[in-house]
C-alpha cells in the first residue's frame, strides 16, 4: 500500500495482478468452466479478518455471498497449498498461479484485482548516493505488471 504517512519518498514500481483460480480437481468435481461459474456455490479460501482489506477479501464480499468459506489464511502459500489440494477457489498472485500447470485463472486476473508496487524510501536516506543510484535506475524503468 502507497503511505500515508512518514517522511518518505514514494515512487511507483509496477502492478501485482491476481486472480481468481481453482485446481482441476476442483473444477473437475464442480463443473467449473472459465467465465461460467457461481461464486456463491463454490468454497473459498480467503485471507483472515487482519488482511482481508489488503488483498481478495473486498472482492469476494462483492462476488462471492453465500459461498462457504473452506480456509482463512495470512499466507500466500497456505492459499495456494489449499487451492492445489482441491479446498476451494482463491485469489492468488498471477506471476505464482499462472506457473503450475494444474492451477486455472477463471475470469482474467484484471477482473479481480490489481496492487499497485511502491518504491518508498525515508526522506533521509534518499539522498545517499547508493540509494538515489537505485531509486534514479527504479524510476526509469517503465512500470509493468510482475
Given at each position: 500500500?502507497?503511505?500515508?504517512?512518514?517522511?518518505?519518498?514514494?515512487?511507483?514500481?509496477?502492478?501485482?495482478?491476481?486472480?481468481?483460480y481453482?485446481?482441476?480437481?476442483?473444477?473437475?468435481?464442480?463443473?467449473?468452466?472459465?467465465g461460467?461459474f457461481?461464486?456463491?456455490?463454490?468454497?473459498?479460501?480467503?485471507?483472515?479478518?487482519?488482511?482481508?482489506?489488503?488483498?481478495?477479501?473486498?472482492w469476494f464480499?462483492?462476488?462471492?455471498?453465500?459461498a462457504?468459506?473452506?480456509?482463512?489464511s495470512?499466507?500466500?502459500?497456505?492459499?495456494?497449498a489449499?487451492?492445489?489440494a482441491?479446498?476451494?477457489?482463491?485469489?492468488?498472485?498471477?506471476?505464482v498461479?499462472d506457473r503450475?500447470?494444474?492451477?486455472?485463472?477463471?475470469?482474467r486476473a484484471?477482473?479481480?484485482?490489481?496492487?499497485?508496487?511502491?518504491?518508498?524510501?525515508?526522506?533521509?536516506?534518499?539522498?545517499?548516493?547508493?540509494?538515489?543510484?537505485?531509486?534514479d535506475?527504479l524510476?526509469?524503468?517503465?512500470?509493468?505488471?510482475?
Open positions: 500500500m502507497r503511505p500515508t504517512s512518514g517522511d518518505v519518498v514514494v515512487r511507483p514500481a509496477g502492478i501485482w495482478p491476481y486472480g481468481l481453482a485446481s482441476s480437481a476442483y473444477r473437475e468435481a464442480h463443473g467449473i468452466k472459465p461460467q457461481d461464486l456463491s456455490r463454490l468454497a473459498i479460501i480467503t485471507w483472515t479478518d487482519q488482511y482481508a482489506q489488503l488483498r481478495g477479501g473486498p464480499a462483492r462476488h462471492a455471498r453465500g462457504t468459506v473452506a480456509l482463512t495470512d499466507s500466500v502459500r497456505v492459499h495456494l489449499a487451492c492445489k482441491g479446498a476451494g477457489v482463491a485469489i492468488l498472485p498471477s506471476r498461479a503450475d500447470s494444474d492451477l486455472m485463472c477463471l475470469p484484471e477482473q479481480v484485482l490489481s496492487l499497485d508496487l511502491f518504491l518508498v524510501v525515508h526522506r533521509d536516506l534518499a539522498r545517499t548516493a547508493r540509494i538515489r543510484a537505485v531509486m535506475f524510476a526509469n524503468v517503465p512500470p509493468k505488471r510482475f
